[in-house]
């Protein structure tokens, strides 16, 4: 079974796999909200780490900590981003966390992923949007005169354009919404950081 | 003389360094500081992997080389045990205060 959903709360994300493994349903892979399940009869309690990129030899040194502790590597990527565990003996309360200031950590990280990711989008954002067309709808069709064309002449050059257009606007819209998306992501994580290891 | 600015230490930190007197990989930490907490702490992996990486950083503890090339040792470095020492010295004098005060005797 595949989902599309999107996260940036740690906490939802695992109430969701939860619910789903209760369901029957396990996660076998995961990664740019979509979500692979695969059946299972036994039941197991998902958790949610972040971590960036690592060298093999870490990432191996890394998933065998927790296996050493009872928690399976379901997915992830040594490349960076979640890496999901699943335990099959604790119980539901069970953790890979056991302090609070370690639990926020993991937001900690992933802010400073999504910083890097809405910096770079930043940067072509400021290189390609001046010399781009997005905010001026007029200036999307570049062909010349073709708002004067009639009939199957205008139909043609506006049919053979679109699909330039569409990926034209649509590679800078791309940019946008990635950026916005990485300010907005990196605000709300910062909040729930704030609120996962309160000081007192 | 000024005091050590990773002092005092946090009950999971002082205890991973107790544990790292002697080599070890992740889950043995574990087992050791569970074991010597009488079963008081136990550490997550998550918290674990994260405080391993900290101690790193801060030069408290070092990597040793092992035969295992999925586990990675670690043991306290001289700095680290230096930092051990003087927070053991932080508790041990707030326990004479307390003895002071209180005839030795824990309520």
């Not at chain 1, 780490?49 to 050493?68: N, R």
């Not at chain 1, 099959?88 to 990280?109: N, Q």
């Not at chain 1, 330039?164 to 990635?178: C, D, K």
């Amino acid at each position: 079974m595949r989902k599309i959903k999107l996260f940036l709360n740690f906490d939802k994300e695992e109430a969701w796999l939860n619910r789903m493994a209760a369901d029957g349903h396990l996660l076998s892979a995961a990664g740019y909200s979509l979500y692979t399940f695969t059946e299972t009869g036994s039941g197991a309690t998902v958790r949610v780490d972040y971590q960036p990129s690592m060298s093999e030899e870490d990432y191996a040194d890394y998933v065998t900590l927790f296996a050493d502790s009872g928690w399976q590597h379901l997915c992830g990527s040594r490349k960076g981003g979640a890496q999901y565990f699943a335990s099959f003996l604790a119980g539901p309360d069970a953790d890979i966390f056991s302090d609070s200031s370690s639990r926020s950590s993991r937001y900690k990280r992933s802010i400073a992923g999504l910083s890097t990711l809405g910096l770079i989008a930043l940067i072509f954002c400021a290189m390609l949007i001046p010399h781009g067309n997005l905010f001026s709808p007029h200036d999307w069709y570049r062909t010349p005169g073709l708002w004067d064309k009639h009939g199957l002449d205008f139909l043609g050059s506006f049919l053979f354009e679109t699909p330039l257009m569409v990926l034209g606007v649509g590679a800078q819209l791309f940019l946008v919404v990635t950026a916005a998306f990485c300010i907005l992501g990196v605000v709300y994580q910062w909040n729930l950081s704030r609120k996962a290891a309160p000081i007192f | 003389m000024n005091r050590d600015p990773h002092l005092p230490l946090t009950e999971t930190v002082y205890y991973i360094l107790l544990a790292l007197i002697d080599p070890a990989h992740g889950y043995v930490i574990m087992s050791r500081v569970e074991e010597m907490s009488g079963g008081q702490v136990r550490l997550a992996p998550g918290t674990l992997y994260g405080a391993l990486d900290t101690l790193v950083k801060q030069e408290m503890i070092a990597r040793v080389p092992s035969d295992d090339p999925r586990r990675k040792v670690y043991q306290i470095t001289d700095s680290g045990a230096q930092v051990l020492d003087e927070d053991t010295r932080r508790m041990v004098h707030m326990i004479d205060l307390f003895n002071i005060h209180h005839g030795g005797e824990i309520r």
